[in-house]
């Protein structure tokens, strides 16, 4: 009897021991979940758009390929050109210096054919990035971001004043003295 308790001991402990390691019982699996549709972030027309600072220079024979939906204050519009990436460096170089914008910094990787330029224009800043395109690595795209132009509200700002006087008075076509005395100097 002894033997036997000591078997029946031994086997159930076997037993407990095999249903722990056993794996767990399958979750029950539901239909995948449906992928959320997203709403598209290009502009449905390829026309630059108004907002672009005005002078801004495009890469002659540089045709867009997507324009993106602002996000925030920011908007993206790519670009693709056939051109090498240093006669597009020079050409924006160039251009931004002659229609004012002022460049922040700039950075050239020529292994990597890529540059980057960060700019200001009257407040707005904005940047050019150039590498190859992921489709054609014969191809340069062309990054434009820039911010917005800020909406002003006009009633928060202070009122313009029109005065009705007009022109020069007589005061002003008064003949300057040239030998003014210490007190008019002083005024």
């Known amino acids: 009897m002894n033997r036997a308790a000591i078997f029946i001991a031994a086997a159930s402990f076997v037993l407990m021991l095999a249903a722990c390691k056993a794996p767990p019982a399958p979750a029950p699996v539901g239909p995948p979940p449906e992928p959320i549709a997203k709403a598209p972030t290009d502009e449905p027309s390829k026309e630059l758009p108004k907002d672009l600072f005005p002078a801004m220079p495009i890469y002659p024979g540089a045709q867009v390929d997507h324009i993106r939906k602002p ?11 056939d051109a090498t990436m240093p006669q597009m460096v020079a050409y924006y170089k160039d251009e931004l210096k002659k229609n004012d914008y002022h460049i922040t910094s700039s950075l050239i990787m020529p292994a990597r ?9 009257n407040g707005r800043p904005g940047s050019i990035m150039l590498y190859p395109s992921d489709q054609d690595k014969t191809k340069m795209t062309i990054d434009l971001i820039y ?24 005061i002003a076509q008064q003949p300057t003295n040239p030998n003014p005395t210490e007190n008019q100097k002083r005024n």
């Open 113 to 121: 054919r890529t540059w980057s330029c960060d700019f200001h224009y």
């Open 147 to 170: 911010e917005l132009p800020a909406h002003i509200d006009e009633s928060l700002m202070e009122p313009k004043e029109d005065f009705d006087v007009e022109g020069p008075g007589e």
């Open 71 to 81: 996000k925030g204050a920011m908007r993206e519009i790519m670009f693709s050109s």
